[in-house]
């Protein structure tokens, strides 16, 4: 019996890409070094926001020209990801536009603002682009996620490749997919049982090809890490206990973001999730039986 394929398609067995997305989150003023330290430890594929009240985007940017002058990575070789923050996720004592200015014009000067603080060199604003810009979150209402949806529409595909959305629901992903022009490529949430793993949600993304992302993939589930489908695959596969979590939820199409602090947590992650998939390719029995456990543990959640 052939064994099943693991993880998104972002991340296949036997693919050499790195499995993560690095989260830049609450990094402050370590943001710089700790992003140009998981360039150096292969993550390439980085999540930042404008919203300087949690993240410091110009760090990001400043860490990625420099690994782009050094020659850790090209810009072609990375995928930048980054976010537009409603007042309401602000602070607003240091935000990047105006609270009271109209809706597009926000998104306008927090777009402008992105560029340039993710430019691929000092002096050139010009051929800025970001991979993808997510909403940070729905607005308000409905018909005001919209109206944000249409105005990010106009930057693509030239200065923005794809568009997104984080902490959605599915009735507002499904609006969106059905109203939009251009449809979103990416749906970020918490992985977490509070929202049942979003089980409806990420069926519906898997059927209309959109990647869905996870945050708090190891913090919002301490029992799921102590689980015995975790436990038994970190055994197995002589991996650590997040490890083998995260392989584990990367086998059900999941692109997990990952904002370790630590080098050496960057290091053993990014091996792990190769040694897995090394473990699985030399044909063992134990994987299907793991990961379908898994699945039903998820599954139950409902």
Known sequence: MATA???SSHSRLGDEK?????????????????????????????????????????????ALREAYTKGIVSRKDVYVQTKYT?????????????????????????IASSLKNLRPTNNDEENSYVDCLLLHSPLPTVEQTLQAWRVL????PHKIKALGISNVT?????????????????????FYPQTRYDVP?????????????????????????????????????????????????MDLGVEVLNGTTRVEHMREDLEGIRQVRFWIASGSQEWPVLREAF?????GSL
């Not at 529409?153 to 693509?156: A, H």
């Not at 599915?170 to 918490?190: C, D, F, G, M, W």
Request: glycine share 4%.
């Open 18 to 62: 790195p499995a993560f997305t690095y989260g830049t989150a609450w990094k402050k003023d370590q943001t710089k070094i700790l992003v140009e330290e998981a360039l150096k430890q292969g993550f390439r594929r980085v999540d930042t926001a404008a919203q300087p009240r949690h993240y410091q985007e110009h760090l990001v940017g400043e």
């Open 170 to 190: 599915l009735p507002v992903v499904r609006e969106i997919y059905n109203t939009a022009t251009v449809k979103p490529s990416v749906v970020q949430n918490r």
């Open 5 to 7: 394929t693991p993880f």
């Open 153 to 156: 529409e106009t930057y693509v």
């Open 86 to 110: 409603t007042p309401a996720g602000q602070d607003l004592g240091n935000m990047p536009y105006d609270p009271d200015a109209p809706l597009e014009e926000q998104l306008h000067t927090s």
């Open 295 to 299: 699945k039903a543990l998820i599954q």
């Open 201 to 249: 949600l990420r069926a519906f993304c898997k059927e209309y090809g959109i990647t869905y992302q996870s945050f708090w993939t190891l913090t919002g589930n301490p029992k799921l890490l102590r689980s015995q489908p975790v436990v038994e695959l970190a055994q197995a596969a002589q991996v650590s206990l997040p490890t083998a979590l995260y392989a584990l939820v």
